[in-house]
């Protein structure tokens, strides 16, 4: 069955640095791969999608790889803030459908 | 801005009552769908729909349904809760391309 991973373990980082989260799966080949950011109490909320002849995507402060050899997705961000202490979500579509299927996320938590 | 809106952000219910939940888009999206997100298991889709009056089961639909009768507004029906229906649900719509997905607040329900 179609499997996504991320780690479950929080990432806790100092700010200032570059915090990297890892999606990988299994049983898949999506056409494109998203991620969301989390809050606690609140909705997800879309940040960045990759496409999978896509490498690499950058947004502000937000890089994504996607290298569909490894079946993994990197997503980091830069020069962290602890604004950005929050549970982060990959998500892969299913291909001929516009549903997605979604990891149970990896907290970050950056600190002072 | 656009927007997702849910009908309660807390519920608390009793065993075998009839739960509405509803969901709102103002974006004209053709897709709309409800997950349950609970601890560790992340989010599991219940049921989405991908035009109005059409509907398809997710991964979960034991003891929910859904209606669609406007392309703006999706419900999620709990026949008769259940202690295990306990839960945070969210609702979510996208375009049919390319998919990123606009969640609600968030509902969460405690069945007693």
């Known amino acids: 069955s179609q499997k996504i991973e991320q780690n479950s373990e929080a990432l806790n980082i100092q700010e200032g640095k570059t915090a990297t989260l890892t999606c990988n799966y299994t049983n898949y080949s999506p056409a494109y791969l998203q991620w969301y950011r989390q809050d606690p109490g609140r909705g997800p909320v879309f940040l960045l999608l990759i496409r999978e002849n896509e490498k690499e995507k950058r947004k502000e402060r937000l890089k994504v790889t996607f290298d569909t050899t490894l079946k993994q997705s990197l997503f980091h961000i830069t020069a962290s803030q602890p604004a950005d202490s929050a549970t982060y979500l990959c998500?892969?579509?299913?291909?001929?459908?516009?549903?997605?299927?979604f990891g149970t996320g990896t907290r970050l938590q950056v600190f002072p | 801005d656009v927007k997702v809106t849910q009908s309660s952000r807390y519920l608390v219910k009793r065993t075998g009552e009839k739960v509405f939940l509803e969901c709102v888009q103002d974006?004209?999206?053709?897709?709309m769908f409800w997950y349950r997100q609970d601890p560790g298991l992340g989010l599991r889709l219940i049921y989405f729909s991908y035009d109005v009056k059409m509907k398809e089961k997710g991964d979960i639909p034991e003891g929910y349904s859904v209606s669609r009768e406007k392309k703006e507004r999706f419900s999620l029906i709990l026949e008769s809760a259940s202690t295990n229906q306990t839960s945070m649900y969210l609702c979510?719509?996208?375009?049919?391309?390319?998919?990123?997905?606009?969640f609600g607040p968030g509902t969460r329900l405690t069945v007693l």
């Open positions: 998500a892969l579509d299913i291909r001929d459908t516009d549903k997605l299927i």
């Open positions: 974006m004209d999206h053709e897709n």
């Open positions: 979510a719509s996208s375009s049919a391309t390319p998919h990123e997905q606009f």
